[in-house]
């Protein structure tokens, strides 16, 4: 018996939480967290795809698996769901977990368009479900920090951010890639699918990785600044087999007047194989400076701060920030989610206001993230009263 069979055994009167879908994030992300947080059991997963069940349940001693949510619905007793399927299937998941009256933590982006996102915060309304949206970086405990930093104003007024989240995935249809990539598929592996390749290849996602990822930097950006207020886009299409834009520039004027720039491309050559995820943010007494890994390196992003007085020493202050996985994103923000279903103590912090992501904030950034497109197909600024129409 090995531990994880160990401790699911122990966890007979923990939560029973069932997973909806079992791809990458399930098992880097949700799978982790529920865990190492000790007070659920995966108990039943489901996904349509038998390699990806079978292969989470032999991850993490899962015994019950079924190949739709539906029949997992019926036939389990389940205390919470985690919705962690492709994009296109949450709304439908969720109106029918909501039906059957169960908590659910949905994954981001929350729908693919703002009228399934209405739909689903309705369907959560009206049968009295709990539904929280996993726009898990607002958990990361550096961007929690950065969040009381602003709070305090450490750096004073902010008024410019520069976000780059770059990466370089190679076209998998041609040259040497193509052909490496068909003899590691011949041994049976498909690093492709593995990481997600439907936000390129697959036009029922037609905003790619600038939807599947853009939208947790500007929930982030509601979450550190308030509403936004504008939004313009540029983007382009530099492999031309691709279904959607592999690059993205958005500029994000907010309601206290901070200037957010995102910038997501899948096209940047750069020494780092994970690519880089950085930022800054300029006040007029200081600059935030932080730097963000994969979610599959189960690593606490770092912070570091400039001010006047570092002038003189020519460098950034770090942070203290704690250490190791469990104070990253998804744990945290599992145990946010199970906080609130056993009522018990939430986590400290040094601000007001909501923290986890909300259905509506779910919608928010759906919508931004749809305006953006428009502006860049249309060449026109969006504003906030255009997408509250």
């Given at each position: 018996m090995n531990k994880n069979e160990i401790f699911q055994m122990m966890q007979k009167d923990a939560l029973q939480i069932g997973l909806i879908g079992c791809g990458q994030i399930s098992r880097v992300g949700h799978g982790p967290a529920i865990v190492a947080d000790g007070r659920a059991r995966i108990a039943a997963v489901c996904d349509p795809n038998a390699e990806n069940r079978d292969r989470f349940a032999r991850m993490f001693s899962v015994s019950?698996?079924?190949?739709?949510?539906?029949?997992?619905?019926?036939?389990?007793?389940?205390?919470?769901?985690?919705?962690?399927?492709?994009?296109?299937?949450?709304?439908?998941?969720?109106?029918?977990?909501?039906?059957?009256?169960?908590?659910?933590?949905?994954?981001?982006p929350m729908a693919t368009s703002v009228q399934d996102c209405k739909s689903m915060i309705h369907a959560a309304g009206a049968n009295g479900v709990y539904l929280q949206i996993c726009h898990n970086k607002r958990f990361e405990f550096g961007f929690q920090r950065i969040k009381e930093m602003l709070a305090a104003k450490t750096i004073g007024a902010s008024y410019h951010v520069s976000i780059d989240w770059n990466v370089y995935v190679p076209n998998y249809d041609e040259g040497i890639v193509k052909t490496g990539l068909q003899a590691i598929n011949k041994l049976g592996f498909h690093p492709e699918k593995t990481y997600g390749d439907w936000r390129i290849k697959d036009a029922r996602f037609d905003g790619g990785i600038f939807f599947d990822d853009g939208g947790h930097y500007i929930d982030l950006a509601r979450f550190f600044f308030g509403e936004i207020e504008s939004v313009s886009c540029a983007t382009r299409r530099c492999m031309a087999n691709r279904s959607s834009d592999?690059?993205?520039?958005?500029?994000?004027?907010?309601?206290?007047?901070?200037?957010?720039?995102?910038?997501?491309?899948?096209?940047?050559?750069?020494?780092?194989?994970?690519?880089?995820?950085?930022?800054?943010?300029?006040?007029?007494?200081?600059?935030?400076?932080?730097?963000?890994?994969a979610p599959h390196r189960q690593k606490a992003i770092k912070v570091d701060i400039f001010k006047i007085p570092n002038l003189l020493l020519r460098s950034y202050v770090p942070a203290v920030l704690p250490y190791g996985r469990r104070k990253t994103g998804y744990f945290r923000q599992?145990?946010?989610?199970?906080?609130?279903?056993?009522?018990?103590?939430?986590?400290?912090?040094?601000?007001?206001?909501?923290?986890?992501?909300t259905p509506e904030d779910g919608a928010a950034a759906v919508a931004w993230t749809s305006a953006a497109f428009k502006s860049a197909r249309e060449g026109i600024k969006i504003f906030r009263k255009d997408i509250e129409a």
């Open positions: 019950r698996t079924y190949p739709d949510h539906l029949s997992m619905l019926a036939r389990e007793k389940l205390d919470a769901v985690i919705v962690a399927s492709l994009p296109w299937h949450h709304a439908g998941q969720v109106r029918d977990v909501a039906a059957a009256g169960i908590p659910m933590l949905c994954e981001k592999d690059f993205v520039t958005a500029t994000l004027t907010m309601s206290d007047k901070t200037v957010v720039v995102l910038t997501r491309s899948l096209v940047a050559l750069g020494p780092k194989i994970y690519g880089i995820e950085c930022g800054h943010i300029y006040g007029d007494k200081g600059t935030l400076r932080f730097n963000a890994f599992m145990r946010y989610f199970i906080d609130h279903l056993t009522g018990a103590r939430p986590l400290e912090r040094k601000f007001d206001g909501p923290w986890a992501a």
